[in-house]
């Protein structure tokens, strides 16, 4: 068997989409630090202020959550009681992370079907600001929901995959391993 193995295609294509989708949350993430900072300078040394970036200020949170989650769910930055599951076997650990994965692929499922009938709806009636001042098409902001848990589906379809090769090559592992200690143990000498 060769050692080094590459991902298949489809994995690597779903890799580079996803860290795009996290380089993008990271840029956002940098913008709203500035736009923050440019929101302070303009209110307390100039005495003056925009609503428009005032609403920018959300508005980049919405980059920065909804792609982002995708991100950290493909390089294990998400949530988990890592003192208990860092005592766990191995085998125990990926079938906690594919009953995780599966749990994500439905919730990932279930928001974008709701979500999909609010940003139609925003996009139909061209949804903007009720702010004097304020940003225009926010249903661009809300498209951001059906995208972002979209990535997760996806890549919460990936982890699942890759945790349920885990756990049946685990037992597939530990059945082997069966098999050789009961084929030593019951070896006759000589043949």
């Known amino acids: 068997m060769n050692s080094t193995r590459t991902e298949p295609l489809p994995d690597r294509l ?13 840029l956002s993430g940098l913008a709203l630090v500035l736009v923050v900072g440019g929101n302070v300078l ?19 949170v919405s980059p920065i959550a909804l792609l982002g989650m995708a991100y950290g769910m493909r390089h294990g930055g998400h949530v988990r009681v890592d003192f208990l599951y860092d005592r766990l076997s191995d085998r125990a650990r990926a079938m906690i992370d594919l009953f995780s994965a599966v749990l994500m692929v439905i919730l990932g499922a279930a928001i974008i079907w709701f979500a999909i009938p609010y940003v139609n709806q925003s996009i139909m009636m061209g949804e903007g600001s009720p702010d004097p001042g304020g940003l225009p098409y926010r249903f661009l902001l809300k498209a ?8 997760l589906f996806v890549q919460a379809i990936a982890q699942a995959l890759i945790n349920f090769r885990q756990v ?21 000498p000589g043949e």
């Open 42 to 60: 303009l209110r307390y040394v100039f005495n003056t202020g925009s609503v428009a970036m005032q609403e920018l200020e959300w508005h980049l």
């Open 168 to 188: 049946t090559g685990a037992a597939q592992t530990a059945a082997d391993a069966g098999y050789a200690t009961h084929k030593t143990a019951t070896e006759v």
């Open 14 to 26: 779903l890799g580079y989409i996803v860290d795009f989708a996290g380089w993008a949350a990271a």
């Open 144 to 151: 951001f929901i059906p995208v972002g848990f979209g990535l």
